[in-house]
């Protein structure tokens, strides 16, 4: 099993704030696969059904999205909401979650944020935050692997990211120095 400490830094994600004061994570990933392909992967319900099962979506700005995150989940089970921006190849926002594609010299940039509000968690907002970076690392491994062709449900990991520093992230008394 891979140790979230064995993962190249540009991979591990950020934590920062809009311009509004929220919390927010974002992954920057660089992938060999044209905008088109990578749009088709985020878009395409069968290909969903391969990286992000519970994601549905109306393909149209104003349509609706639903989201059934499995297993152990440790944030809501079910998120829903409005379509705020759909524009293929290039953008796609969700609620809280954006998906935005720029052409590369080699493919295509994928930036994906999503901005923390769950304000009735229990939880502080370093868990929080540790439980939101797994849950999309998780996600967007699947979906290079999806690209890929190599999608393997049983060996995507889902790290533990109480285990290392991530910048931006709010503390805790308890996380490592």
């Known amino acids: 099993m891979k140790n979230i400490r064995e993962v190249p830094t540009d991979r591990l994600g950020k934590v920062g704030k809009t311009d509004t004061g929220d919390t927010l994570v974002e992954f920057v990933r660089v992938m ?22 519970g994601f549905q979506l109306e393909h149209r700005q104003g ?13 809501p089970a079910h998120v829903s909401g409005i379509v705020e921006v759909y524009d293929p190849p290039n953008e796609l926002r969700c609620g809280s979650m954006r998906w935005r594609l720029e052409s590369t010299p080699g493919g295509c940039q994928l930036t994906f944020t999503d901005i923390l509000r769950f304000k009735q968690d229990h939880r502080s907002d370093y868990e929080i935050s540790n439980s939101v970076l797994a ?13 890929a062709g190599t999608v393997n449900p049983d060996d995507t990991i889902e790290y533990d990211y109480s285990q290392i520093q991530v910048p931006g992230r709010p503390v805790s008394e308890s996380a490592p120095g």
Do not use: M
């Open 135 to 147: 849950g999309w690392h998780f996600y967007v491994d699947r979906l290079e692997e999806s690209l």
């Open 63 to 75: 349509g609706a999205f639903n989201i059934w995150f499995g297993g152990d989940c440790n944030g």
């Open 32 to 53: 060999p696969y044209s905008l088109d392909q990578v749009w088709h992967a985020i878009t395409d319900a069968d290909s969903l059904a391969s990286w992000f099962p």
